[in-house]
């Protein structure tokens, strides 16, 4: 199921866990990972790519080199989690609470903290200039892996931005 242009189910549910309950969101989890993908992730792509082409030729994320990628091709956002199942966010030691269980959260995988830091501003302008809010912004690193933690609620979100950078 496409969730937008660039984005689908499989790829906002996929998980390394074998939970018994097969990390199927609900309806509302769908719309609200429908709600980030439509109105967060495909500007976040689009900026990338459209204002940081040319720093695509040394890019590395992980195992995936695109150094030799042409500079007229896009750079894909990664998303590593999104939605989670209690049991899958109990598996990965996710906070309890947390946004990921109700499909209002994704983390993207970053090259490391320059294209952490570009995606941040890139979101932080969308949420400017749209007069959208998000709930939270997180930057976060463990070893040499940065990923960057957004997430949107429906309702009462508020605009937290932290750095956990252990």
Request: glycine share 6%.
């Given at each position: ?70 500079k007229?091709?896009?750079?894909p ?7 989670r ?6 598996l990965?030691?996710g ?15 970053c090259?490391?903290?320059?294209q ?37 609620r ?8 932290l750095?956990?950078?252990?």
């Open positions: 199921m496409k969730l937008s242009e660039h984005f689908g189910l499989a790829e906002l549910t996929k998980t390394s866990y074998h939970p018994l309950d097969g990390n199927i969101p609900s309806h509302v989890a769908i719309e609200n990972l429908r709600n980030i993908c439509e109105n967060w992730l495909e500007d976040l792509r689009y900026s990338y790519n459209k204002l940081y082409q040319i720093s695509n030729e040394k890019l590395e994320i992980r195992n995936c080199d695109y150094s030799d990628a042409d007229e091709e896009e750079i956002v990664v998303i590593t989690s999104g939605y199942s209690e049991e899958v966010n109990r990965c030691g906070a309890k609470g947390s946004n990921h269980l109700t499909g209002c959260a994704v983390d993207i995988r090259a490391g903290p320059e952490l830091i570009r995606y941040s501003s890139i979101l932080l302008d969308i949420a400017d200039g749209t007069r959208q809010e998000f709930d939270e912004l997180i930057h976060e690193k463990r070893g040499s892996t940065y990923w960057l933690h957004f997430a949107v429906p309702k009462d979100n508020r605009r937290k931005i750095f956990d950078m252990r």
